[in-house]
C-alpha cells in the first residue's frame, strides 16, 4: 500500500502547507506573516517540505516597499504526484486524471450501463492502464476517489436508487485490485467540495444537483457537513406531492422523482405519447417553443424552486451553485428561478449554475483525493477556467 515520505501530520507543517496549497505563489515571510509562526520555523518547515518534493521554489518575487531582497516564491510541486477520479452513474461513468494543482491529464466521459458486475473491472483498467504508461513521479498515483449518485457513509455505499452498487464493498474491492487509496463520497457533496475550491470568497455554500437523481452538498463554515449517517442534503428524497409518485426511497411524491433529469424525461415521453424520445428531443421540442413542453418546464422550474427554497431554508447559505443538464440547456431558468426566490425571505441569496457542470463532481473527487493525501483541511484551485471546462 501507498505510504508518504514522512509523516506531515505535525500541525505547524500542515499550517504551512495549507497556505501554500491555497496560494498560487506565496514567500516564506508572507507565511510567517499569515500564520503568526516565526520566520525560522517556517524556514525550517518549507526546507523540509521541500526535500521531500511537496514544494518547490519557483524564483524572486516582487520587493517590499522598503526595498531589500526579492522574496523567493514558493508553490506546491503539482507534478510530484497524480490524483484519478471517477464519477459513476447507471447509465454513465466518466473520469478525470489529474496534477496536484488540478492541472488536467485527461478527461473521458461514456454512455455505457454500470452495475455492481463491472465497475470494478472498469475502474481497474482505466488506472492500470494510465499507470503502465505514466511518467515516474515522487508520490506516484495518490488516490482513487469516486463519485457516486447515492448515499454513502464511512467509505461505504448505503443506498443508491437506480443501480445495485450497494451490494458490493466497492472500496474493498478495489484497493485489493490497485493497492492504492480508494475513497467513496456522494456526489452531490463532491460537487461541494469542487465549488468550495473553486469560490475561496464564501465559506457557507449549497452545490444543488439534479441529474439522474437530486442531492445538495453542503459547505458551512469552509468543511463539507455530511450529517450523522451521511444523509445530510438529500433533499430529493423529501416529500413534494404527498402521494405522489413512487420512489425507490420508500416514499410517494419525492422530489426527485419530478426535477430530475430522469425525471422530466419521462414526463416528456408520457406528454408525447413516445418512450424513444431523448433528453435532447425534450431540449428542441422547448427551444421551438412547443406548448405543452413549454408548460411541462415552467411546472418543472415551480417545483425546483420548492425544493431549492427547502435546501436553503434549512442550512442558510451565502451563496447556492445548482448543477444540472437542464439547466445547462435551458440556462434561462435561472433567472425563473431567482424570481421565484425574490418574492420569498431568501430573496437575496445568490443562485447561480455552475461553471463547472458535468466535471464539478471529477474536481471534487481531485479535492478528497489530496485532503487525504496531504492531511490538509482546504485546498483551493487557481486554474484557469477555460482549460478547465474545454473538453479534448
Do not use: W
Request: hydrophobic share 35%.
Amino acid at each position: 500500500m501507498f505510504r508518504m515520505k514522512n509523516n506531515i501530520r505535525e500541525n505547524n507543517s500542515l499550517l504551512v502547507l495549507s497556505e501554500i496549497m491555497n496560494r498560487p505563489e506565496i514567500s516564506r515571510a508572507m507565511i510567517s506573516e499569515v500564520t503568526g509562526l516565526n520566520k525560522a520555523t517556517v524556514s525550517e518547515i518549507v526546507r523540509k517540505l521541500i526535500q521531500d518534493d511537496y514544494v518547490i521554489e519557483i524564483g524572486p518575487g516582487k520587493s517590499t516597499s522598503s526595498g531589500g531582497r526579492r522574496p523567493i516564491l514558493l508553490t506546491v510541486n503539482k507534478k510530484a504526484g497524480i490524483s484519478i477520479s471517477f464519477d459513476v452513474r447507471y447509465d454513465r461513468i466518466s473520469y478525470l486524471i489529474t496534477y496536484l494543482d488540478g492541472e488536467k491529464i485527461d478527461y473521458t466521459i461514456e454512455e455505457t450501463e454500470i452495475t455492481k458486475h463491472n465497475i470494478v473491472d472498469y475502474i481497474t483498467t482505466v488506472v492500470n492502464d494510465f499507470r503502465s504508461n505514466m511518467k515516474e513521479t515522487p508520490f506516484g498515483i495518490i488516490g482513487v476517489t469516486i463519485s457516486i449518485h447515492g448515499i454513502v457513509d464511512n467509505n461505504q455505499i448505503e443506498f443508491t436508487p437506480y443501480f445495485d452498487l450497494d451490494h458490493l464493498d466497492l472500496v474493498h474491492l478495489l484497493e485489493e485490485e490497485l493497492d492504492l487509496p480508494v475513497h467513496i463520497e456522494n456526489e452531490a457533496n463532491l460537487s461541494a467540495l469542487a465549488e468550495s475550491a473553486f469560490d475561496t470568497e464564501h465559506k457557507k455554500l449549497i452545490s444543488f444537483s439534479a441529474h439522474t437523481g437530486i442531492g445538495a452538498g453542503i459547505i458551512l463554515d469552509g468543511q463539507l457537513y455530511r450529517g450523522y449517517k451521511g444523509r445530510s442534503g438529500e433533499i430529493g428524497h423529501t416529500v413534494l406531492y404527498p402521494n405522489g409518485i413512487s420512489c425507490p426511497c420508500g416514499n410517494q411524491g419525492c422530489l426527485e422523482q419530478y426535477c430530475s433529469t430522469k425525471s422530466i424525461l419521462r414526463k416528456f415521453q408520457q406528454l408525447k405519447g413516445d418512450p424513444s424520445l431523448t433528453f435532447d428531443d425534450l431540449v428542441d421540442a422547448y427551444h421551438q417553443k412547443d406548448s405543452a413542453t413549454l408548460n411541462m418546464i415552467l411546472q418543472f422550474a415551480k417545483d425546483f424552486g420548492i425544493g431549492l427554497m427547502n435546501v436553503i431554508g434549512n442550512y442558510d447559505p451565502e451563496i447556492v451553485y445548482i448543477n444540472s443538464e437542464i439547466l445547462e440547456e435551458i440556462p434561462e431558468l435561472i433567472s425563473l428561478l431567482n424570481h421565484y426566490l425574490n418574492m420569498t425571505i431568501y430573496k437575496n441569496v445568490p443562485i447561480k449554475q455552475s461553471a463547472l457542470g458535468r466535471k464539478a463532481s471529477l474536481y471534487g473527487a481531485t479535492v478528497m483525493n489530496l485532503k487525504e493525501f496531504l492531511h490538509v483541511d482546504n485546498v483551493g484551485f487557481n486554474l484557469d477556467m477555460e482549460k478547465v471546462l474545454e473538453v479534448e
